[in-house]
C-alpha cells in the first residue's frame, strides 16, 4: 500500500497533481522514497501532516528533500458536558444570529478569508495569494451551501458582518469550521459571543465534545478558545513538499527543487 494518495479536489483547484501523504511516522529513507514515487506519477505538491511524538526527519532533512514546516496544526477541544438541571435556551445567544441569503456574502468572503491569514496556503510562498484567497472563498461558499457546515452564526453592526462562525455536528461532535472578526470590530467580545453560540448550537444538538483547529501561529485565535475553556488537544506539523516544478502559476521563476 502506498504512503500516499492523490487528492481529485485539490488537484482540480490548483491545476496539477497534488496528494496527501498518509503515513504520519516515516524515517527518511521512507520519505525519500515516497517523494520519488510521488514525483514519478508526477504529484507536483505534497502535503504531509507528521506525528509530532515520533522521532522522524530532521529539520535539515526535511529541507534537503525540498519540504517546508508551513504550519503547526492546533486542535482545541472542550467537554460539553451539563450540570444536572442545567437547560438550554430555544434562542441563540444575544446578537448572534443564523445566516439569511438577504445578509449578502461579500462581507462573509472578507472574513474567511481574514481567518485563513496564518493558513498553510498562505503561509506557502510558492502559492500565490489569489489561489489562497480564492481558495477560502469557496470554503465559506460551500459553507452557507451547507456542504461544508451546517450552519453558520453571524454578528451583524448596522446591516454589516461583523464576524460568523461555521458549525457542524458529526456523531456527536461538535465542529468550528472557521470563525472570524472584522478587524474594526475586534476587542468587543464578539469572538467570544460566537464561540458561546457555537457551543450552545451543539448542545441544542446533543453534543457532547467539540473541537476547533487552528494555527499556532494564530495567537490571538488560540487566545480566544483558550478563554472559551477549549484546551489543546495535540499539535501537527504540516509540511509541504514541492516535487521538481517551478513556482505555480510562474509566479515565481525560481526552482523548488531540482
Not at 464576524?163 to 458529526?170: L, P
Amino acid at each position: 500500500m502506498p504512503d500516499y494518495q492523490l487528492l481529485p479536489w485539490d488537484s482540480d483547484f490548483f491545476g496539477f497533481p497534488v496528494a496527501l501523504i498518509v503515513a504520519p511516522e516515516l524515517t527518511v529513507d521512507r520519505l525519500e522514497h515516497a517523494l520519488r514515487d510521488m514525483a514519478r506519477a508526477p504529484v507536483k505538491l505534497a502535503y504531509w501532516p507528521a506525528d509530532p511524538v515520533a522521532r522522524g526527519p530532521s529539520d535539515e532533512d526535511i529541507h534537503r528533500l525540498g519540504g517546508m514546516l508551513v504550519d503547526r496544526k492546533t486542535t482545541f477541544a472542550k467537554e460539553l458536558r451539563r450540570a444536572a438541571g442545567d437547560s438550554i435556551g430555544d434562542t441563540l445567544p444575544d446578537g448572534v444570529e443564523r445566516y439569511r441569503p438577504e445578509m449578502g456574502t461579500s462581507d462573509l468572503i472578507g472574513l474567511a478569508v481574514a481567518a485563513g491569514q496564518h493558513s498553510r496556503f498562505a503561509v506557502d510562498p510558492h502559492i500565490p495569494r489569489r489561489k489562497f484567497e480564492e481558495l477560502y472563498s469557496i470554503w465559506l461558499l460551500r459553507s452557507l451551501a451547507k456542504e461544508r457546515a451546517d450552519e453558520v452564526l453571524v454578528v451583524r453592526r448596522r446591516a454589516a458582518c461583523a464576524g460568523f462562525a461555521t458549525v457542524s455536528e458529526r456523531n456527536g461532535q461538535g465542529d468550528i469550521g472557521l470563525i472570524a472578526v472584522g478587524e474594526a470590530y475586534r476587542g468587543q467580545g464578539i469572538g467570544g459571543a460566537l464561540v458561546s453560540a457555537a457551543d450552545w448550537w451543539f448542545r441544542r444538538r446533543g453534543c457532547t465534545r467539540a473541537q476547533v483547529v487552528t494555527q499556532e501561529a494564530n495567537a490571538p485565535a488560540c487566545q480566544l478558545f483558550a478563554r472559551c475553556g477549549y484546551t489543546i488537544e495535540k499539535v501537527t506539523p504540516y509540511y509541504h513538499f514541492w516535487l521538481g516544478v517551478p513556482d505555480m502559476m510562474g509566479e515565481r521563476s525560481d526552482m523548488i527543487m531540482s
